[in-house]
Nanobody, 124 residues
Framework: QVQVVESGGGLVQAGGSLRLSCAASGLTFSTYTVGWLRQAPGKEREFVSSINWRSGRTYYSDSVKGRFTISRDNAKNTVYLQMNSLKPEDTAVYYC?????????????????WGQGTQVTVSS
């Protein structure tokens, strides 16, 4: 059975940093696109960043470009999201999602696998 587990969320002050991790059991990321979606209170879930495992190509939303960096560790079958210069508007539940295609969908159900989410709270 496939399990996708996020970790690394927490409370941080504006301007601070956090690193999220996404690991999977029962699944090897090697043929998938893996990335992050987030949902802030009262808002729709949105795409944050993704990486295509085969090509290594990365994608970012405009709101996080230049502040967030997605990376992978092949040996650990893990994806990381390094979040720097955090802002209060980055406060959200962050979900790791896995898609067999080249694009990560903003609706969790439109991806193949996803985790339960990890809370990121940025105080002003």
């Amino acid at each position: 059975q496939v399990q996708v587990v996020e970790s690394g969320g927490g409370l941080v002050q504006a301007g601070g940093s956090l690193r999220l991790s996404c690991a999977a059991s029962g699944l090897t990321f090697s043929t998938y696109t893996v990335g992050w979606l987030r949902q802030a209170p009262g808002k729709e879930r949105e795409f944050v960043s993704s990486i295509n495992w085969r090509s290594g190509r990365t994608y970012y939303s405009d709101s996080v470009k230049g502040r967030f960096t997605i990376s992978r560790d092949n040996a650990k079958n893990t994806v990381y999201l390094q979040m720097n210069s955090l802002k209060p508007e980055d406060t959200a539940v962050y979900y790791c999602a896995v898609n067999n295609g080249v694009v990560l969908r903003s609706r969790l159900n439109d991806n193949d696998y996803w985790g339960q989410g990890t809370q990121v709270t940025v105080s002003s």
